[in-house]
């Protein structure tokens, strides 16, 4: 059995501030070391259950899917480190997976969390999927539903459980921080945020007969909200977006994977108006 890990890091415990999440960050390499060993805890539990082959997707966007450690990262895994790459945070993803993991996940851009963002922080004010407004958790939860594979687990702060939760009800959560404000948490030590993690993985997959692909009807309609009507301009130049007020462009697909690997593109195509190229977090 092959289980799918998705690695984010905004949603591990003691990250809270950019000085966490970029490579130029004070505590960058102090986030990368708690998001390593988060991911290991999750891959020792789907070992423990069942699996026979876990894979690690560092789904990080900060330092462009390279902020896990390889050399630290549980011996068993099979790390997926990198970018740019066609399918983002569920890289290599295919029918094969009995579950995905989102791990370190965070809240949507419009839904108050600890470092909450929509793909990009910078650019990105909101993303709906035929009128349904999601975040990280919703667009990969509905890429995953198009290769008929379930999220089992999401872990993150409280409003990152509760997000997805509202979603898919079916799945098993695991708060390793509670939200104060954007920038600030009450947060469990690595020690115990590894148990939570553990658990959770263990009661979804002991659990996978209750798990359900997440499905969004065909044809798909995905409008994505820019905080500038640049990034609009700049998004519209892909073949196929239309642009449906100063912000916001929609883009029409039979299939979530178009849907997927277009939104990235547009969002890819952004460029601030001051000119510099800044990677989201
Ligand atoms: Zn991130």
Request: include cysteine.
């Given at each position: 059995?092959?289980?799918?890990?998705?690695?984010?890091?905004?949603?591990?415990?003691?990250?809270?501030?950019?000085?966490?999440?970029?490579?130029?960050?004070?505590?960058?390499?102090?986030?990368?070391?708690?998001?390593?060993?988060?991911?290991?805890?999750?891959?020792?539990?789907?070992?423990?259950?069942?699996?026979?082959?876990?894979?690690?997707s560092d789904s990080h966007?900060?330092?462009?899917?390279?902020?896990?450690?390889?050399?630290?990262?549980?011996?068993?895994?099979?790390?997926?480190?990198?970018?740019?790459?066609?399918?983002?945070?569920?890289?290599?993803?295919?029918?094969?997976?009995?579950?995905?993991?989102?791990?370190?996940?965070?809240?949507?851009?419009?839904?108050?969390?600890?470092?909450?963002?929509?793909?990009?922080?910078?650019?990105?004010?909101?993303?709906?999927?035929?009128?349904?407004?999601?975040?990280?958790?919703?667009?990969?939860?509905?890429?995953?539903?198009?290769?008929?594979?379930?999220?089992?687990?999401?872990?993150?702060?409280?409003?990152?459980?509760?997000?997805?939760?509202?979603?898919?009800?079916?799945?098993?959560?695991?708060?390793?921080?509670?939200?104060?404000?954007?920038?600030?948490?009450?947060?469990?030590?690595?020690?115990?945020?590894?148990?939570?993690?553990?658990?959770?993985?263990?009661?979804?997959?002991?659990?996978?007969?209750?798990?359900?692909?997440?499905?969004?009807?065909?044809?798909?309609?995905?409008?994505?909200?820019?905080?500038?009507?640049?990034s609009a301009e700049s998004?519209?130049?892909?073949?196929?977006?239309?642009?449906?007020?100063?912000?916001?462009?929609?883009?029409?697909?039979?299939?979530?994977?178009?849907?997927?690997?277009?939104?990235?593109?547009?969002?890819?195509?952004?460029?601030?108006?001051?000119?510099?190229?800044?990677?989201?977090?």
């Amino acid at each position: 059995m092959r289980i799918y890990i998705s690695a984010d890091q905004e949603g591990v415990s003691g990250v809270v501030h950019r000085e966490h999440t970029s490579p130029q960050g004070y505590d960058y390499e102090l986030a990368r070391r708690l998001m390593t060993d988060e991911a290991s805890a999750a891959v020792q539990a789907a070992l423990d259950n069942g699996a026979t082959e876990v894979w690690v997707s560092d789904s990080h966007g900060g330092n462009t899917f390279r902020s896990i450690l390889l050399d630290r990262i549980h011996p068993d895994a099979h790390l997926i480190t990198g970018g740019p790459r066609r399918l983002g945070q569920l890289e290599g993803l295919d029918k094969s997976f009995a579950m995905v993991i989102l791990l370190g996940y965070h809240t949507m851009h419009n839904f108050d969390g600890v470092l909450n963002h929509t793909i990009n922080g910078q650019a990105v004010h909101r993303v709906t999927l035929n009128d349904v407004e999601v975040g990280e958790i919703g667009i990969n939860a509905a890429l995953a539903g198009h290769f008929g594979v379930p999220i089992g687990v999401v872990t993150g702060d409280d409003r990152t459980v509760a997000e997805a939760k509202a979603l898919m009800p079916w799945i098993s959560g695991a708060t390793v921080k509670w939200y104060l404000s954007r920038y600030a948490a009450r947060c469990l030590t690595p020690k115990k945020a590894h148990g939570e993690i553990y658990q959770a993985v263990t009661d979804a997959m002991s659990n996978r007969k209750r798990l359900k692909p997440y499905k969004v009807g065909s044809p798909i309609k995905l409008r994505l909200s820019f905080k500038e009507t640049g990034s609009a301009e700049s998004a519209a130049r892909v073949n196929g977006a239309r642009r449906v007020d100063s912000h916001t462009i929609e883009f029409v697909a039979k299939d979530m994977e178009t849907i997927y690997e277009n939104c990235s593109a547009m969002v890819e195509l952004w460029q601030p108006a001051w000119g510099a190229w800044i990677r989201g977090h």
